[in-house]
């Protein structure tokens, strides 16, 4: 029993003696939370295209989560020195910030789709109710006034016709005067040759 007794001592002593955080360092649970912020705001300062306004964002964000979590850069940046020299220490503190990130992003998703959803409610609401209008007026239409439309319709398609049918014939009248200009040219140049040819023979 005694011996039993100084075991458990011995083993409680050594654990006692097994060296900690140090308590000028972030707790993992603290550092889970700042990194797991910077992240957000570093993916956020990727999407701004001129580097002086996202320096300028990233540093205004940064400062945010120092004040949020009572801690400073200087304080950060030590913190981060200590955990890059204990790896397994960071590897557990990232599994935290991985699984904090993964569930912020399911939130996201939903909410986005919560979002499309409800707009492609209201817009499948709206149409119907423009269906229904639209329907509502198409039997307030009275007979006559179809009849009026269809006649109007019918004015509106000859009168079309009888322009292009206009416009044809202007064109076939251009083109015969152009014609005839041309045989008048032709034939004037031929007198004129001929009769030069005439005068060069007589002085011959």
């Known amino acids: ?43 956020y300062i990727t999407t701004i295209p001129y580097l002086d306004s996202s320096k300028k964002t990233a540093a205004a964000f940064y400062n945010g989560i120092y004040k949020r979590y009572e801690i400073d850069s200087a304080l950060y940046g030590k913190s981060m020195a200590y955990y890059s020299q204990h790896p397994k220490i960071l590897d557990e503190i990232y ?11 399911g939130v996201l998703v939903k909410a986005d789709s919560l ?3 409800k707009a492609a409610k209201i817009l499948k609401a709206k149409m119907k109710v423009d269906s229904a209008k639209r ?29 292009d049918s206009i416009k044809k014939v202007d ?13 008048r040219k032709k034939r004037a140049d031929s007198i004129k040759a001929s009769a030069l040819l005439k005068k060069t023979i007589k002085k011959k």
């Open 95 to 105: 599994t935290k910030v991985t699984k904090g990130l993964n569930k912020q992003k």
């Open 115 to 117: 979002v499309n959803a």
């Open 1 to 43: 029993m005694k011996n039993f007794i100084y075991t458990a001592f011995l083993f409680l002593f050594v654990a006692g003696c097994k060296p900690g955080i140090p308590s000028d360092i972030i707790q993992p649970d603290k550092m889970a939370l700042v990194l797991n912020d910077i992240h957000i705001v570093d993916a």
């Open 171 to 183: 064109s076939t009248k251009k083109a015969k005067a152009v014609l005839r200009k041309a045989l």
């Open 135 to 163: 329907a509502d007026s198409l039997k307030k239409v009275t007979a006559p006034q179809r009849a009026k439309f269809k006649a109007d319709s019918l004015k509106k398609v000859l009168a079309v016709k009888k322009a």
